[in-house]
């Protein structure tokens, strides 16, 4: 007896082993590439003669099993926050060094910044204050 193993095009010759249990037999493969199999047996078992090509179950990807996935983007996904990282740690440089040559090479008090933002709130709730009573009064 001799089995083959084709895919498209390509094809294996197999080495048939018996089983334990008799009249069953097997041939060790591995494969390695996506899609359909077929396997063609030429010869005489038990003196019947056999010519017949059989398809095999069709070769899935090893996603399918595989856990953890063996391609999963931890991997990328390290490498994506560490670029990130340092992009972020650039920016930040750039900025520091941009309110350097601002305040003239001081660093900027901040609690100034508030009060004037605080202050220029104030001063635009009171303009809305002052319309809504202006417009009661015109009516």
Request: cysteine-free; proline content about 4%; charged content about 20%.
């Amino acid at each position: 007896m001799e089995a083959t193993v084709k895919s498209g095009s390509i094809t294996k010759t197999l080495d048939i082993l018996s089983d334990v249990k008799p009249g069953n037999y097997y041939a060790k493969i591995i494969p390695t590439k996506i899609g359909s199999l077929l396997v063609e047996l030429k010869g005489t078992l038990n003196g019947v003669p056999v010519n017949q090509e059989i398809p095999i179950e069709d070769v899935e990807s090893t996603d399918v099993l595989a856990f953890p996935p063996s391609g999963s983007s931890s991997g990328q996904d390290v490498g994506a926050l560490k670029n990130a990282m340092s992009s972020l740690q650039k920016d930040i440089i750039e900025i520091k060094s941009k309110i350097g040559n601002v305040a003239g090479g001081t660093s900027i008090d901040l609690s100034k910044a508030y009060d004037f933002g605080v202050f220029g709130l104030a001063l635009g709730a009171a303009g809305v204050i002052l319309a809504v009573i202006a417009m009661v009064k015109r009516k």
